[in-house]
């Protein structure tokens, strides 16, 4: 069983940046693929960016792309999602997931097992 904490969210203008983290315990992390997600109010949970245990290869969605940056470190058992030139459309909550023995990593909600309970990502000036 892998419980996940997210951390990090925050009120900030737009243009400026987040880091999120993301803290798993009860497993290690190195055969884990790992999902960011997100969901704004009103809206369905929105794929964001994923990390692959293998290779590290990484996945994003359109809207982030060039912005965001998904990474992890297995030493640690952390995976972190940098947010830069945020904007309006970037406040949601957002949630890191975890899921074994994925072949490639995906940004599919229903994949994933192991979820944080989220944090809080507003953009507004």
């Known amino acids: 069983q892998v419980q996940l904490v997210e951390s990090g969210g925050d009120l900030v203008q737009p243009g400026g940046s987040l880091r999120l983290s993301c803290a798993a315990s009860g497993a290690t992390l190195d055969n884990f693929a790992i999902g960011w997600f997100r969901q704004a109010p009103g809206k369905e949970r929105e794929g964001v960016a994923c990390?692959?245990?293998?290779?590290?290869?990484?996945y994003y969605t359109d809207s982030v792309t060039g912005r965001f940056t998904i990474s992890r470190d297995n030493v640690k058992n952390m995976a972190y999602l940098q947010m830069n030139d945020l904007n309006p459309e970037d406040t949601a909550v957002y949630y890191c997931?975890?899921?074994?023995?994925?072949?490639?990593?995906?940004?599919?909600?229903?994949?994933?097992?192991?979820w944080g309970q989220g944090t809080q990502v507003t953009v507004s000036s």
């Open positions: 990390i692959q245990a293998s290779d590290y290869s990484t």
């Open positions: 997931a975890a899921e074994a023995a994925l072949t490639y990593c995906t940004v599919h909600a229903g994949t994933y097992d192991y």
